[in-house]
């Protein structure tokens, strides 16, 4: 079974800080990885997804993650932290394609993202 | 393009009722899943459907089901209302072109249980 755990419930850093959030990751196969933002009463919107080419990746609003195999880690990171990025971030691994594979996401818990000015 | 669209929006229930909630796939995507997303969690796997057929399932009881039309759009049922069933029911739709891991959400319907 797969699993993701996201480490740190809250982040708080200050506008133009890094932002780095933590997330390992579980599965028996190799996996996909995904970040995903949710701003409040808003669905997910996808931020970058690492399938298995590159092992830096990055994304949409200048945020970036790194596949490190060894750590089953895929952390996001963003140099510049902005007021806009304050939202939800949730980790996701799915299965490869093929097979019985239909792309089911399994989350983490999330990990809210607080910009002091 | 339209994205994945959801309704309701919102939803008030009481215990013991049923629910219907309705979702609308990207246009050309034929495969289409649902996740409950608890107040501080991350969402949780419901239903996948692909061409009309189910094609997984989440650890959920049987009082939810789902199903696929032709055009592909779905519904997600849910019979006998706990005060736990309340969340945001999101819904994404996705392509086989992408192998279906690309899943492209819609807004959910928060459904509130009284």
């Known amino acids: 079974a797969q699993s993701v755990t996201q480490l740190g419930s809250h982040v708080s850093v200050s506008e133009g800080a890094l932002v780095l959030l933590r997330c390992n990751y579980s599965?028996?196969?190799?996996?996909?990885l995904f970040w995903y933002v949710q701003y409040p009463n808003q669905g997910l919107q996808l931020l970058l997804k690492y399938t298995s080419a590159a092992t830096l990746v990055k994304g949409i609003n200048g945020f970036e993650a790194e596949f490190k195999k060894s750590e089953t880690s895929f952390h996001l990171t963003k140099p510049s932290a902005h007021m806009s990025d304050a939202a939800e971030y949730f980790c996701?691994?799915?299965?490869?394609?093929?097979?019985?594979?239909?792309?089911?996401?399994?989350f983490g818990q999330g990990t809210i993202l607080t910009v002091h000015p | 393009d339209a994205g994945v669209t959801q309704s309701p929006t919102h939803l008030i229930k009481t215990r013991g009722q049923h629910v219907t909630l309705r979702c609308s796939p990207i246009s050309g995507h034929k495969s289409v899943s649902w996740y409950q997303q608890v107040l501080g969690q991350g969402p949780q796997f419901i239903f996948q459907y692909y061409e009309k057929e189910e094609r997984g399932r989440g650890n959920f009881p049987d009082r939810f089901s789902a199903r696929q039309f032709p055009n592909y759009s779905s519904e997600l049922n849910v019979n006998a209302l706990l005060l736990g069933d309340s969340a945001l029911y999101l819904c994404?739709?996705?392509?086989?072109?992408?192998?279906?891991?690309?899943?492209?959400f819609g807004p959910g319907t928060r459904l509130t249980v009284t």
């Open positions: 996701a691994v799915s299965d490869q394609p093929g097979g019985t594979s239909y792309g089911k996401l399994t």
């Open positions: 599965s028996s196969v190799p996996p996909y």
């Open positions: 994404a739709s996705s392509s086989p072109g992408q192998g279906h891991h690309e899943q492209y």
